[in-house]
Nanobody, 126 residues
Framework: QVQLVESGGGLVQAGGSLKLSCAAS????????MGWFRQAPGEDREFVGA????????AYADSVKGRFTVSRNNDKNTVSLEMNSLKPEDTAVYYC???????????????????WGQGTQVTVSS
């Protein structure tokens, strides 16, 4: 069973950048498709980006496409979310998630993920 811990959140001005990291333990992430989600106060948790086990396939929410990039380093057992051109509407708690899948599978729905981190707060000021 994999455990996930996110880091890298913080306060940033609109137009700025942040890079979130998700460190896994207990199992190699090479067995897992990985995803990033976010949840703003009073809102449902929503999909941000995801990457396949092998790293060859990615998917993004329309709201972040072209600004956010998901990457993974299976040797270091980490997944990252690089966020550029941040907007106030990007403010949320960001969660890393893992789920076993085929090598090319990209998982974009919350219900399909069984393993979650505790989240890291990202606040974008205007």
């Amino acid at each position: 069973q994999v455990q996930l811990v996110e880091s890298g959140g913080g306060l940033v001005q609109a137009g700025g950048s942040l890079k979130l990291s998700c460190a896994a333990s207990g199992s190699s992430i090479s067995y897992y498709a990985m995803g990033w989600f976010r949840q703003a106060p009073g809102e449902d948790r929503e999909f941000v980006g995801a990457i396949s086990r092998g790293g060859g396939y990615t998917a993004y929410a329309d709201s972040v496409k072209g600004r956010f990039t998901v990457s993974r380093n299976n040797d270091k057992n980490t997944v990252s979310l690089e966020m550029n051109s941040l907007k106030p509407e990007d403010t949320a708690v960001y969660y890393c998630a893992a789920q076993t899948g085929s090598r090319s599978e990209v998982i974009v729905t919350t219900k399909q993920y069984n393993y979650w981190g505790q989240g890291t707060q990202v606040t974008v000021s205007s």
